[in-house]
């Protein structure tokens, strides 16, 4: 089990950018992938973007290309979502999420087991 902190959410204007940051507890955090999920007030918890442990293996959701972007840096057991053009539809809380297994990092809920708090995002005008 993996211990997973958030951070880096707030409010914004539209076409703003913001950065979220994940930090693990494991310093071996390298034999995970990890993967973005964001839940709008009333709605269920969706994908936005996954990696694998070694960075390889990168997937977005269909409204996150050309916009947000996933890494991550092992040494700082980091991972890390860039989103850029953002708009009113992007307001939720971003929840961070991991597994401990190689391979091409899960689109689905069921595929983590560890989970961060959230941070809220939040673009309005």
């Known amino acids: 089990q993996v211990h997973l902190v958030e951070s880096g959410g707030g409010v914004v204007q539209p076409g703003d950018s913001l950065r979220l940051s994940c930090t693990a507890s494991?310093?071996?955090?390298?034999?995970?992938?990890a993967g973005w999920f964001r839940q709008a007030a009333g709605k269920g918890r969706d994908f936005v973007a996954g990696i694998s442990g070694s960075s390889g293996g990168i997937r977005h959701s269909d409204f996150a290309k050309g916009r947000f972007t996933i890494s991550r840096d092992n040494a700082k057991n980091t991972v890390y979502l860039q989103m850029n053009s953002l708009n009113d539809e992007d307001t939720a809380v971003y929840y961070c999420a991991a597994r401990a297994r190689t391979g091409r990092a899960g689109s689905d809920v069921s595929d983590y087991d560890d989970w961060g708090q959230g941070t809220q995002v939040t673009v309005s005008s």
């Open positions: 494991r310093r071996v955090f390298g034999n995970y992938y």
